[in-house]
């Protein structure tokens, strides 16, 4: 239905997605008639596993850092303060054209200049398009996105044109140009679909880029938010983004993304602006046959809903502070996914409900065994001294990726850009939130809820992944001064 109301999936094409039934995994289901080429779900999740992770990521990071960093060098803001009228469209206007480029090629947005103010368009009226509201009440979002699916197609002819010249560049600047390794194989997957017409094609792209860009925008916003709020926090940040950089061939220094992503505070601040903010509904169904999902019997090609924001907000799972109750589940604590060695208190989960979920397993009839075992790895254990970021016994509880077999195979590109992105504009900038300045005294304890702070989500995206701010915050910025 999603793809059919707002990405605007022709009748051909939304059969073709609705009759796949083989399933997301390498092995289709043994009862499904559906052709290899054709297990579309299963396509789509494993070329976005496959290159939006390990020598793929990299790459991508890479360009990343670099488009993102001349970005902010370009933007015409100097060492005094200057007004914004809005903070989110300022992360809005930096980051999107940023990750455009790089999933998509600089080819892209040079040939659709306005493709940043009719997506925006269209994303305001989204909610709109899922219930289905007619064009006529919601002509704005509508028109947005034929101008958008436009965008795309005249990208593809473009590139179809392309296709005949006799000295191709060579991998990394195909990727520069026309787009990443990710794309570029999804494009071929979905071409041998033979249902799938560019029509279709574009507006799968068009949900590719909604995904790849809503929930990292929102998220960096909020955690430059609470930079804004939290000084110690900042210098505490800096202080890791510090330790992580490295030094280029012609001495500029750049930041080693793998030793930024294994810093503790900046990853367990990261986890917690994903906990706070997060409000996905995470649909899933059996097509095969009934099941049992703890002790309920779920009838085959039934949805179920499960929401990310219940979890999320468990008052008997999260710790709540080494002195209970001081950082309630609704506030924002920086150091909730931290461990400190020696204090037994000091864990994201509180410690009867870490003890209870040890000895209570979860049936393994679950649907959605929710499974965050990808992330036990990214661990980091500093030292000695030093806390040590976990998300060890998480899972079913902090699913802001979802979970199980369509857990969102960005995960890794998200966390790496956010944790980039929060790096350098932090770095570069320094904000001062103008609606909050009046509650500067509140501002002084650091456990207040977004509502204690006069900045509530917008509800209307609720269950769409990280929820954007109600309203437009003002702030003030300036650029840092450079330390010697
Ligand atoms: C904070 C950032 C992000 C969040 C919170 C997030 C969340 C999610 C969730 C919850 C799902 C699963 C939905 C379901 O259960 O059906 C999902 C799927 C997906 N995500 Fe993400 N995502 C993020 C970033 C990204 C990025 C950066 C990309 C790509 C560059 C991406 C690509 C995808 C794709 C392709 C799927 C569909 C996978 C499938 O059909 O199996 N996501 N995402």
Redesign the pocket.
């Known amino acids: 239905m999603g793809m059919r109301n707002i990405l605007k999936l022709g009748p051909i094409g939304a059969s073709f997605c609705e009759s796949d039934d083989s399933g ?1 995994g390498p092995r289709p289901h043994p009862r499904s008639q559906v052709e290899p080429e054709d297990r579309l ?1 299963f396509h ?2 494993n070329t ?1 596993a496959t290159f ?1 992770s390990g020598i793929h990521l990299k790459a991508i990071l890479k360009t990343f850092q670099t488009n993102l960093r001349t970005r902010i060098e370009a933007l015409r803001i100097d060492r005094r303060w200057d007004e914004i009228p809005d903070l989110y469209q300022f992360i809005y206007k930096t980051l999107f054209p940023t990750q455009v480029e790089v ?1 998509f090629g600089t080819s892209f947005l040079a040939l659709n200049p306005n493709f940043l103010q009719d997506f925006r368009d269209f994303h305001k009226g989204l909610v709109y398009l899922l219930r289905g509201y007619p064009s006529w009440l919601v002509p704005t979002a509508c028109s947005a996105r034929e101008r958008c699916l436009g965008s795309i197609k005249r990208w593809h002819l473009f590139l179809k044109e392309q296709e005949g010249n006799e000295n191709p560049p060579r991998d990394e600047e195909r990727s520069r140009l026309y787009g990443s390794r990710y794309i570029r194989t999804l494009q071929k997957k979905y071409g041998r679909m033979k249902p799938l017409d560019l029509d279709a094609v574009a507006s799968s792209e068009l949900g ?1 880029i909604w ?2 860009n809503s ?2 925008i929102t ?1 960096t916003f909020w955690y430059i938010i609470e930079l804004a709020k939290d000084p110690r926090l900042l210098s505490r940040i800096h202080a890791e983004v510090g330790a992580s950089l490295s030094q280029t061939n012609d001495s500029r220094s750049t930041i080693d993304t793998d030793r930024l992503c294994t810093r503790p505070f900046i990853q367990s601040a990261y986890a917690e602006v ?1 906990r706070l903010h ?1 409000y ?1 509904f ?3 169904t059996s097509e095969h046959s009934d099941f049992n999902f703890r002790g309920w019997k779920i009838p085959k090609d039934q949805m179920v809903g499960i929401s990310s924001h219940t979890a999320h907000m468990d008052n008997k799972a999260w710790n709540t502070g080494l002195v209970d109750g001081k950082a309630p589940v609704e506030t924002f604590w920086a150091e909730r996914f931290l461990i400190y060695e020696g204090s037994a208190r000091s864990k994201p989960l509180k410690m009867e409900h870490f003890k209870r979920r040890n000895t209570q397993r979860h049936s393994t009839h679950d649907l959605h065994s929710f499974s965050n075992s990808s992330f036990a790895s990214e661990e980091n254990y500093s030292s000695e001294e030093s806390p040590r970021f976990c998300l060890d016994e998480l899972s079913g509880i902090w699913i ?3 979970g199980g077999y ?6 890794h ?2 966390k790496a ?2 944790l980039l992105a929060v790096a350098l504009v932090s770095t570069a900038f320094e904000f001062e939130v103008l609606d909050q300045l009046s509650l500067k005294d509140r501002f002084m304890s650091r456990f207040v809820s977004i509502k204690d702070k006069g900045l509530q989500h917008d509800m209307r995206y609720f269950g769409m ?2 929820l954007p701010p109600k309203d437009k915050v003002a702030a003030r910025i300036r650029r840092r001064v450079e330390r010697d």
């Open positions: 997301r779900w789509t999740h976005a939006l999933l590719v995904a790849a929930n990292i998220a994903l997060t996905n995470l649909l899933t802001p990726f979802g369509s857990l969102c195979p960005g995960r590109v998200a850009e956010i992944g990280v």
